[in-house]
């Protein structure tokens, strides 16, 4: 999936293999793209498999400002948080502690591989869970 902010940037679908790396697109959000196509957005479904290539570092923000934090895992699964509030980012990352980070708090640059996709929808609900999130602003 590419979060709403993404819907005007060119996507295309990640694929098993893949490398990705963070990106800022300039639209007030970060996410993946390929390292020979960084103007691309690589957009991830719900409970994709990644490994990154070294500790994940976030973005951490608090009463002393701007910072940076890192979580101890190189693997999490991609998913979609509160998808019923408008407006809001909804691509996150569950580590395997079950924490969960919003994918736009990764820090720039980061290297990631796909390792598996989510199985095929098939249910209703499934389907729904994988489709682009679109909002009427």
Same mark, same amino acid.
């Given at each position: 999936?590419?979060?709403y ?8 679908p ?5 490398k990705?790396?963070?990106r800022?697109?300039g639209t ?25 290539s ?6 951490? #923000? ?5 910072g940076s934090k890192?979580?101890? #895992?190189k ?11 408008? #407006? ?16 736009? /708090? ?18 209703? /609900? /499934?389907v ?10």
């Open positions: 999936m590419c979060d902010s993404l819907q005007n940037v060119k996507s295309r990640a694929s098993v293999g893949d990705l790396t963070t800022n697109f007030g959000t970060r996410g993946f793209a390929a390292p020979e196509d960084p103007t691309t957005a690589v957009c991830v479904l719900p409970g994709t498999e990644l490994a990154f070294k500790e994940i570092a976030c973005v951490s #923000h608090g009463l002393l400002g701007w890192t979580a101890v #895992h693997t999490a699964i991609f998913r979609q948080i509160n998808k019923d509030i408008p #407006h809001r980012h909804h691509d996150a990352l569950e580590f395997p502690d079950g924490e969960t980070v919003l994918l736009t /708090e990764l820090c720039e640059g980061q290297e990631a591989t796909v390792l598996q996709l989510p199985a095929i929808p098939t249910t209703q /609900e /499934e729904e869970a994988q489709t682009r999130v679109t909002y009427v602003g």
